[in-house]
Protein backbone atom coordinates (compact mmCIF):
# COMPACT_ATOMS: atom_id res chain seq x y z
CA UNK A 1 0.00 0.00 0.00
CA UNK A 2 1.46 3.57 -1.03
CA UNK A 3 1.36 6.76 0.78
CA UNK A 4 -0.68 8.19 -1.50
CA UNK A 5 -3.31 5.22 -0.14
CA UNK A 6 -2.76 5.91 3.11
CA UNK A 7 -4.13 9.26 2.51
CA UNK A 8 -7.22 8.33 1.15
CA UNK A 9 -8.51 6.68 4.36
CA UNK A 10 -12.05 7.46 5.20
CA UNK A 11 -14.14 7.31 8.71
CA UNK A 12 -16.08 4.54 7.75
CA UNK A 13 -13.30 2.21 6.76
CA UNK A 14 -11.61 -1.07 8.88
CA UNK A 15 -8.14 1.39 10.19
CA UNK A 16 -5.14 -1.12 10.83
CA UNK A 17 -2.38 0.52 12.55
CA UNK A 18 0.28 -2.08 11.52
CA UNK A 19 -1.07 -2.04 8.10
CA UNK A 20 0.16 1.37 7.59
CA UNK A 21 3.34 1.59 9.52
CA UNK A 22 4.36 -1.57 7.52
CA UNK A 23 3.73 0.70 4.47
CA UNK A 24 5.92 3.69 5.74
CA UNK A 25 8.65 1.05 6.68
CA UNK A 26 8.51 -0.62 3.34
CA UNK A 27 8.86 2.74 1.77
CA UNK A 28 11.77 3.33 3.82
CA UNK A 29 13.54 0.37 3.26
CA UNK A 30 13.09 0.29 -0.55
CA UNK A 31 14.59 4.39 -0.36
CA UNK A 32 17.46 2.75 1.21
CA UNK A 33 17.95 -0.38 -1.12
CA UNK A 34 17.72 2.04 -4.32
CA UNK A 35 21.03 3.82 -2.88
CA UNK A 36 20.08 7.05 -2.04
CA UNK A 37 22.39 8.85 0.50
CA UNK A 38 20.87 12.11 0.58
CA UNK A 39 19.88 12.47 4.48
CA UNK A 40 15.84 12.41 5.08
CA UNK A 41 14.66 15.37 5.83
CA UNK A 42 12.83 15.07 9.52
CA UNK A 43 9.15 16.47 8.89
CA UNK A 44 8.85 20.33 10.45
CA UNK A 45 6.04 18.99 13.23
CA UNK A 46 8.54 16.70 14.47
CA UNK A 47 12.08 18.91 14.40
CA UNK A 48 9.76 21.18 16.54
CA UNK A 49 8.64 18.54 19.22
CA UNK A 50 12.42 17.54 19.53
CA UNK A 51 13.30 20.80 20.24
CA UNK A 52 15.70 21.64 16.89
CA UNK A 53 12.90 24.14 15.10
CA UNK A 54 10.68 26.90 16.53
CA UNK A 55 7.30 28.65 15.46
CA UNK A 56 6.96 31.94 14.73
CA UNK A 57 3.46 32.92 15.94
CA UNK A 58 1.37 36.17 16.12
CA UNK A 59 0.58 36.94 19.90
CA UNK A 60 -2.48 39.88 20.34
CA UNK A 61 -1.49 41.73 23.46
CA UNK A 62 -4.16 42.31 26.27
CA UNK A 63 -6.92 45.21 25.65
CA UNK A 64 -5.85 45.13 21.34
CA UNK A 65 -7.17 43.33 18.38
CA UNK A 66 -5.42 41.39 15.71
CA UNK A 67 -4.44 44.57 13.83
CA UNK A 68 -1.69 44.69 16.87
CA UNK A 69 -0.53 41.82 16.78
CA UNK A 70 2.97 40.87 17.53
CA UNK A 71 4.96 37.98 16.29
CA UNK A 72 6.48 35.55 18.56
CA UNK A 73 8.90 32.70 18.05
CA UNK A 74 9.17 30.00 20.59
CA UNK A 75 10.58 26.56 20.98
CA UNK A 76 8.44 23.47 22.23
CA UNK A 77 8.79 23.96 25.69
CA UNK A 78 8.37 27.75 25.80
CA UNK A 79 4.90 27.31 23.76
CA UNK A 80 3.77 24.55 26.22
CA UNK A 81 4.29 27.30 28.73
CA UNK A 82 2.81 29.97 27.00
CA UNK A 83 -0.38 27.66 26.16
CA UNK A 84 -1.03 26.16 29.58
CA UNK A 85 1.75 27.24 32.55
CA UNK A 86 3.63 24.62 34.02
CA UNK A 87 3.76 23.54 37.76
CA UNK A 88 7.11 23.12 39.32
CA UNK A 89 6.17 22.90 43.41
CA UNK A 90 5.71 19.41 44.44
CA UNK A 91 3.16 20.46 46.82
CA UNK A 92 0.85 21.65 44.02
CA UNK A 93 -2.68 21.29 45.46
CA UNK A 94 -5.57 19.64 43.42
CA UNK A 95 -7.40 23.11 44.14
CA UNK A 96 -4.29 25.11 42.52
CA UNK A 97 -4.62 22.60 39.36
CA UNK A 98 -7.83 23.16 39.06
CA UNK A 99 -7.36 26.71 38.83
CA UNK A 100 -4.88 26.34 36.72
CA UNK A 101 -6.39 24.39 33.95
CA UNK A 102 -9.75 26.78 34.30
CA UNK A 103 -8.04 30.19 33.75
CA UNK A 104 -8.04 31.65 30.49
CA UNK A 105 -4.16 32.10 30.30
CA UNK A 106 -2.99 30.85 27.07
CA UNK A 107 -6.35 30.56 25.28
CA UNK A 108 -6.30 33.88 23.04
CA UNK A 109 -2.68 32.58 21.80
CA UNK A 110 -4.05 29.15 20.81
CA UNK A 111 -7.12 30.75 18.94
CA UNK A 112 -5.63 33.13 17.35
CA UNK A 113 -2.82 30.78 15.78
CA UNK A 114 -5.33 27.90 15.53
CA UNK A 115 -4.87 26.10 12.03
CA UNK A 116 -1.26 26.16 12.14
CA UNK A 117 -1.17 25.26 15.65
CA UNK A 118 -3.02 21.94 14.98
CA UNK A 119 -1.25 21.25 12.17
CA UNK A 120 2.18 21.43 14.24
CA UNK A 121 0.93 19.51 17.30
CA UNK A 122 -1.20 17.23 15.65
CA UNK A 123 1.08 15.43 12.81
CA UNK A 124 -0.07 12.37 11.17
CA UNK A 125 0.99 10.24 8.55
CA UNK A 126 -2.44 10.79 7.10
CA UNK A 127 -2.89 13.40 4.98
CA UNK A 128 -5.01 14.61 2.24
CA UNK A 129 -3.58 14.35 -1.25
CA UNK A 130 -5.19 17.79 -1.34
CA UNK A 131 -2.50 19.39 0.35
CA UNK A 132 0.31 21.30 -1.12
CA UNK A 133 3.19 21.50 1.09
CA UNK A 134 5.90 24.04 0.58
CA UNK A 135 9.31 22.83 -1.05
CA UNK A 136 12.33 24.29 -0.54
CA UNK A 137 11.87 25.22 3.15
CA UNK A 138 14.53 26.25 5.50
CA UNK A 139 15.21 23.27 7.94
CA UNK A 140 16.39 26.03 10.28
CA UNK A 141 14.08 28.84 10.55
CA UNK A 142 11.07 28.83 12.35
CA UNK A 143 7.72 27.68 10.98
CA UNK A 144 5.27 29.69 10.24
CA UNK A 145 3.08 28.62 7.79
CA UNK A 146 0.46 24.83 8.06
CA UNK A 147 1.38 24.62 4.18
CA UNK A 148 5.16 23.92 5.81
CA UNK A 149 3.73 21.22 7.51
CA UNK A 150 1.11 19.66 5.04
CA UNK A 151 2.51 16.49 4.83
CA UNK A 152 2.96 13.16 5.80
CA UNK A 153 4.82 12.14 8.88
CA UNK A 154 7.60 9.69 7.51
CA UNK A 155 8.83 6.29 9.05
CA UNK A 156 11.84 7.77 10.63
CA UNK A 157 9.22 10.66 11.96
CA UNK A 158 6.90 8.12 13.18
CA UNK A 159 9.85 6.43 15.24
CA UNK A 160 11.46 9.90 16.54
CA UNK A 161 7.84 10.62 17.80
CA UNK A 162 7.46 7.62 19.50
CA UNK A 163 10.24 8.34 21.82
CA UNK A 164 9.29 8.32 25.58
CA UNK A 165 10.50 12.04 26.15
CA UNK A 166 8.17 13.26 22.86
CA UNK A 167 5.30 11.40 23.51
CA UNK A 168 5.27 13.17 26.86
CA UNK A 169 5.43 16.41 24.97
CA UNK A 170 2.27 15.18 22.82
CA UNK A 171 0.75 14.07 25.77
CA UNK A 172 1.31 17.42 26.86
CA UNK A 173 -0.10 19.04 23.64
CA UNK A 174 -3.27 16.91 24.05
CA UNK A 175 -4.20 18.52 27.10
CA UNK A 176 -3.59 22.21 25.93
CA UNK A 177 -6.32 21.46 23.55
CA UNK A 178 -8.87 19.90 25.74
CA UNK A 179 -8.93 22.97 28.31
CA UNK A 180 -9.30 24.99 25.08
CA UNK A 181 -12.75 22.98 24.84
CA UNK A 182 -13.44 23.26 28.68
CA UNK A 183 -12.21 20.01 29.25
CA UNK A 184 -9.23 18.32 31.24
CA UNK A 185 -8.38 14.71 31.84
CA UNK A 186 -9.77 13.26 35.11
CA UNK A 187 -7.30 9.95 34.96
CA UNK A 188 -4.40 10.58 33.07
CA UNK A 189 -3.74 6.41 33.26
CA UNK A 190 -6.96 6.01 30.77
CA UNK A 191 -7.75 9.40 29.59
CA UNK A 192 -11.17 9.63 31.16
CA UNK A 193 -12.16 13.20 30.80
CA UNK A 194 -14.18 15.70 32.90
CA UNK A 195 -15.28 19.24 32.35
CA UNK A 196 -13.24 21.93 34.09
CA UNK A 197 -14.43 25.01 36.00
CA UNK A 198 -15.11 27.00 33.46
CA UNK A 199 -16.28 24.91 31.09
CA UNK A 200 -19.58 26.72 30.68
CA UNK A 201 -17.97 29.71 29.29
CA UNK A 202 -15.73 27.95 27.30
CA UNK A 203 -18.98 26.06 25.71
CA UNK A 204 -20.94 29.42 24.97
CA UNK A 205 -17.80 30.98 23.84
CA UNK A 206 -16.70 27.96 21.00
CA UNK A 207 -20.42 27.97 19.31
CA UNK A 208 -19.96 32.04 18.62
CA UNK A 209 -19.03 32.90 14.98
CA UNK A 210 -16.29 35.19 16.00
CA UNK A 211 -14.88 31.89 16.85
CA UNK A 212 -14.52 31.31 12.85
CA UNK A 213 -12.06 32.31 10.39
CA UNK A 214 -11.83 31.81 6.68
CA UNK A 215 -10.15 28.31 5.53
CA UNK A 216 -6.63 29.35 4.31
CA UNK A 217 -7.50 27.26 0.91
CA UNK A 218 -10.35 29.81 0.40
CA UNK A 219 -13.47 28.04 -1.54
CA UNK A 220 -13.75 25.37 -3.93
CA UNK A 221 -10.35 23.46 -2.58
CA UNK A 222 -11.28 19.76 -0.45
CA UNK A 223 -9.81 20.48 2.99
CA UNK A 224 -8.59 17.88 5.08
CA UNK A 225 -11.89 16.01 5.92
CA UNK A 226 -13.08 18.40 8.29
CA UNK A 227 -10.00 19.09 10.16
CA UNK A 228 -8.96 22.58 8.62
CA UNK A 229 -12.36 23.56 7.78
CA UNK A 230 -13.18 26.78 9.78
CA UNK A 231 -16.29 27.96 8.56
CA UNK A 232 -18.72 26.36 9.80
CA UNK A 233 -19.33 22.57 8.18
CA UNK A 234 -23.14 21.08 8.66
CA UNK A 235 -23.94 22.98 11.80
CA UNK A 236 -20.28 22.39 13.55
CA UNK A 237 -19.16 24.76 15.41
CA UNK A 238 -15.43 25.73 13.71
CA UNK A 239 -13.12 24.84 16.40
CA UNK A 240 -14.72 21.09 17.23
CA UNK A 241 -13.77 20.03 13.93
CA UNK A 242 -10.44 19.94 14.52
CA UNK A 243 -11.28 16.58 17.08
CA UNK A 244 -11.60 14.49 13.77
CA UNK A 245 -7.34 15.02 13.48
CA UNK A 246 -6.90 14.62 17.19
CA UNK A 247 -8.89 11.63 17.20
CA UNK A 248 -6.62 10.34 14.01
CA UNK A 249 -3.16 11.33 15.82
CA UNK A 250 -4.39 9.53 19.13
CA UNK A 251 -4.91 6.06 17.38
CA UNK A 252 -1.78 6.71 15.25
CA UNK A 253 0.48 7.26 17.89
CA UNK A 254 -1.58 4.34 20.30
CA UNK A 255 -3.30 6.46 22.68
CA UNK A 256 -6.37 4.27 22.06
CA UNK A 257 -7.64 4.49 25.67
CA UNK A 258 -7.93 8.20 24.82
CA UNK A 259 -9.05 8.05 21.87
CA UNK A 260 -11.75 5.54 23.04
CA UNK A 261 -12.60 7.80 26.20
CA UNK A 262 -12.75 11.27 24.41
CA UNK A 263 -15.55 9.87 21.96
CA UNK A 264 -17.14 8.14 25.12
CA UNK A 265 -17.12 11.57 27.20
CA UNK A 266 -18.79 13.39 24.29
CA UNK A 267 -21.53 10.70 24.17
CA UNK A 268 -21.79 11.30 28.00
CA UNK A 269 -22.19 15.50 27.64
CA UNK A 270 -25.01 14.83 25.10
CA UNK A 271 -26.70 12.12 27.22
CA UNK A 272 -27.07 15.27 29.63
CA UNK A 273 -27.97 17.64 26.84
CA UNK A 274 -24.96 19.47 26.04
CA UNK A 275 -23.36 19.74 22.79
CA UNK A 276 -26.16 17.72 21.01
CA UNK A 277 -25.41 20.21 17.97
CA UNK A 278 -22.45 17.18 17.42
CA UNK A 279 -24.00 14.02 17.18
CA UNK A 280 -24.00 14.12 13.80
CA UNK A 281 -20.21 14.50 13.02
CA UNK A 282 -20.26 12.08 16.00
CA UNK A 283 -22.02 9.46 14.47
CA UNK A 284 -21.17 10.06 11.15
CA UNK A 285 -17.07 10.63 11.77
CA UNK A 286 -15.23 10.47 15.26
CA UNK A 287 -17.71 6.80 16.39
CA UNK A 288 -16.31 5.34 13.25
CA UNK A 289 -12.72 6.27 13.69
CA UNK A 290 -12.47 4.60 16.81
CA UNK A 291 -14.32 1.72 16.27
CA UNK A 292 -13.25 1.03 13.14
CA UNK A 293 -9.68 1.24 14.24
CA UNK A 294 -8.57 -2.60 14.45
CA UNK A 295 -6.12 -1.65 17.41
CA UNK A 296 -9.15 -0.57 19.36
CA UNK A 297 -10.32 -3.54 21.78
CA UNK A 298 -13.58 -5.46 21.08
CA UNK A 299 -14.32 -4.24 24.71
CA UNK A 300 -13.85 -0.80 24.24
CA UNK A 301 -15.64 -1.04 20.94
CA UNK A 302 -18.34 -2.78 22.53
CA UNK A 303 -18.16 -0.21 25.12
CA UNK A 304 -19.08 2.58 23.31
CA UNK A 305 -21.49 0.66 20.80
CA UNK A 306 -23.80 0.35 24.06
CA UNK A 307 -23.25 4.08 24.72
CA UNK A 308 -23.87 5.40 21.29
CA UNK A 309 -27.59 3.25 21.04
CA UNK A 310 -28.36 3.99 24.91
CA UNK A 311 -28.02 8.05 23.67
CA UNK A 312 -29.94 7.17 20.26
CA UNK A 313 -32.94 4.95 21.29
CA UNK A 314 -35.49 5.46 23.91
CA UNK A 315 -35.69 2.46 27.06
CA UNK A 316 -38.64 1.25 25.22
CA UNK A 317 -36.29 0.45 21.85
Known amino acids: MSSGELQQSTPGAPQDLEEMLTALRNEAEAGASG ?8 HPAVAFYCGKRAVRLQVVPDGT ?3 HSEDSTLYVISLHQALLPAHYNDSFSEEE ?11 ELLRTNWE ?10 QISASCDPMDGADDSSPISSWRELCCPLTWEDYKCLRRHGVMDRVHYSYVVFLRFYGWRLHNEENGVLDRHRNWEARYRLLVSPDQCC ?3 LGGGVACDEVVRRWTCDDGVPCPYTALTRIL ?3 LELCFNRYAVNLVAFIIEE ?10 QILESVWFPIVVNS ?7 RDYLSRKLHHLTHSDSD
Request: aromatic share 4%.
Open 35 to 42: GSTKPERS
Open 65 to 67: DIS
Open 97 to 107: HSLRLSSSEGL
Open 116 to 125: LLLWLLMPSV
Open 214 to 216: KCS
Open 248 to 250: KVL
Open 270 to 279: MSKGRLLFLQ
Open 294 to 300: KQVADAD
